[in-house]
């Protein structure tokens, strides 16, 4: 079993993303969120408010150096906050699954860092995982949805922007700093997005897929950022073709209330569709009442769920 902390090397890196390939491709799933594979290739410097864990099953037989080991069998990511919290994410590479990957992963995970304060996802919430968080006395808590809207030819309503607002795209070097502060602004309930830092915008403007075409911004006449929709394209992926993506819409509060929200989602769609991919996707919590029935309206449907599980009380 190899532990790293920190920042992975090149090697785990490489044989991490190669196994979270196999996995989706086996799954329909990601089985690692895009935030774990930005903190696990970051440095100490740029990683943020983040630290890393991994823990990492080689096979057929443990090594010490990935370098000189066969294939990764599983590997399990915690994700630690600074105030001692963490989120667990598990992922077995198919070749070696239901052979007790993930109870050697977990049973580590116990001896070397604990459970305290610790929550875990599981993308796709197979039963497999589900069975997994029981034995250790975990339960769900929180359920994100994936939503698909199943052909982007779809008809969408016309919805103009509220008076006095203009949209535009993203310019890289100069909107970094307002477009962080508009987020923060925007996502004041919401830790996950609201938390993001200069160095994961970094990370992910870095990506093959960022685009500042479909990174939209809607602002005043000052030029003042009031909301935006950051779309994105996940690429061909083996048998399954490209997929727009609604990656993140925000509106900051002073322009809530608007409809500049249904404005940037449906313009954001639009600019998705003319890319002609054959779908668009989201992520948004089932208990987002408003959100869910948004996106209904618009022809979105449930299509899959990931799961986070949590330590159940009294256990």
């Not at 100490?44 to 099953?57: E, P, R």
């Not at 535009?168 to 830092?197: C, I, K, Y």
């Not at 990174?215 to 003042?224: G, H, K, P, T, Y």
């Amino acid at each position: 079993m190899l532990a790293a902390k920190g920042a992975a090397d090149p090697q785990l890196l490489k044989d991490v993303k190669a196994l979270a390939a196999a996995a989706e491709e086996s799954d329909g799933n990601p089985p690692l969120s895009e935030q774990t594979l930005v903190t696990l290739r970051a440095s100490d410097a740029d990683a943020g408010s983040h630290t890393v864990l991994a823990l990492a099953l080689y096979s057929p037989d443990e090594k010490s150096d990935p370098a000189t080991a066969q294939d990764l069998a599983g590997v399990a990511v915690v994700i630690e906050e600074p105030d001692g919290t963490g989120v667990l994410e598990i992922a077995v590479h198919p070749s070696y699954r239901n052979q007790g990957v993930a109870d050697r992963l977990v049973g580590e995970l116990k001896n070397t860092r604990g459970f305290a304060g610790l929550k875990a996802w599981s993308h796709g919430n197979h039963e497999a995982a589900a069975d997994l968080a029981a034995r250790y006395g975990y339960g769900p808590v929180r359920e994100l949805w994936k939503m698909r809207l199943t052909t982007a030819a779809a008809e969408l309503p016309d919805v103009p922007l509220p008076d006095g607002v203009a949209l535009r795209a993203f310019v890289p070097g100069r909107d970094e700093d307002a477009w962080l502060a508009a987020n923060r602004a925007a996502f004041t309930h919401h830790a996950e997005q609201g938390s993001m830092t200069r160095a994961d915008l970094d990370a992910r403007m870095a990506e093959p897929w960022f685009d500042p075409s479909g990174f939209l911004l809607a602002v005043d006449s000052s030029d003042r950022i009031l909301g935006f929709h950051w779309t994105k394209v996940h690429p061909r992926h083996g048998d399954h073709p490209a997929i727009g993506e609604v990656y993140v819409v925000g509106v900051s509060p002073a322009a809530q209330g608007t409809g500049l929200g249904k404005a940037l989602t449906v313009a954001g769609i639009r600019h998705l569709q003319h890319q002609g991919l054959h779908a668009v996707m989201l992520y948004v919590d089932a208990d987002n009442i408003p959100a869910v029935s948004l996106y209904r309206r618009l022809g979105f449907t449930r299509w899959d769920v990931d799961v986070m599980y949590a330590p159940l009380e009294g256990r």
